[in-house]
């Protein structure tokens, strides 16, 4: 069986080859003193004497540390991890610096005998030394955990708002089918010439949905391309009973907004509202500064409300809420009925769903 050593992190690599030449030097003035400043051999020979003892010390205290962290990971299991990390500072590592006067005295390395005050010394500096060492490790043990559970939880956060976010964009595919085919259902009965002109332009208008619905937002160019297919159908059917007017400033067009918003409107426009030749249900699609989309019309409403499952303006505003952009508003005011959509800054930060 192949021997695996451990590999320390880099906050312990750090912290030992910093703290460790500074470490050598303290306990060799306890250990020397006066002799430390004009005996090269201290340097020669205790002093990389001791920075292998520390070295054997510190690596057998990482690779407890490992242990505990591993047997411990969670933020909840803090005081377990935190008690067995004290037990090994307090009663094995912290003694560790003792064994070292202890094999100078008795080796009588460079001719060192010992004094209590140097065991007193030697004892603050280890318990300092590891108590030190050992808060600045476990927090960032803990710190990094922290990190993990967030990242963590957004990315589930994500996929459950990608779920959802797919689930809205099914609800729409089968709603706009749906209602295509009883348009053209209605349409082969009266007039099949215009039952086929209509069927074509639906073959290229859901051509274009499935394309572009994949990714849950389209630029607003795209999207008043849609709408443009789309209004095509509606005049297919109801002829000049029903007028979309756009004015869009070019600067917008690489703007994000969720897809099929437009179509959505529109079509809830032509719901609840009279279509007549004599009196035309009115659209007027337009950007305002601010980058926001403005859909408003002329409200006429039905005498006997078509029935509604409330899968337009609450399907956009589920998107909205998603994607995290504030700013949907819907205004009626008895003569018009207004729908603000804020327009999203298309970048690589821009949310993709």
Sequence with gaps: MKL???????????SFLFSMPLIDVIVNLILYKQ?????????LVSFPLLFVIGFISWYSHVCYDIYVEKKYPGLHQSRQRITLKSLIVLFVMTPSI?????????????????????????????????????????????????KEYAAEKETL???????EFDSLKNQVNPHFLFNCFNTLSS?????????????????????????KNEDGVGTLESEIRFIESYYQLLQTRHGEAVRINIEIDKRYNPYLLPSLTLQLLVENVVKHN???????????????????????NNLQRRTVQAPSNKVGLDNIRAKYDLLRQPGFRVMEDGKNFTVVLPLIWNNKNAPQL
Excluded: C
Aim: no cysteine; charged share 25%; net charge positive.
């Design 274 to 296: 009279v279509l007549s030749k004599n009196k035309p249900l009115v659209i007027d699609i337009f950007t305002t500064a601010g980058n926001k989309l403005v859909v408003n």
């Design 187 to 211: 349409l082969i009965a009266v007039d099949k010439p215009r039952a086929e002109k209509f069927l074509n332009e639906l073959s290229k208008v859901y051509r274009y949905l499935l394309r």
């Design 157 to 163: 956060q994500e996929l459950s708002v990608k779920n």
């Design 35 to 43: 002799q430390f400043w004009s005996d090269y051999r201290i340097w």
């Design 98 to 146: 003792l064994l070292i006067f202890w094999v100078y005295d008795t080796f009588h390395i460079l001719g060192y005998e010992l004094e209590n005050a140097d065991l007193i010394k030697g004892l603050l500096v280890g318990l300092s030394v590891n108590m030190v060492f050992e808060t600045l490790y476990e927090a960032d043990f803990a710190f990094n955990k922290y």
């Design 4 to 14: 695996r050593l451990i590999r320390p992190p880099k906050l312990e690599w750090y």
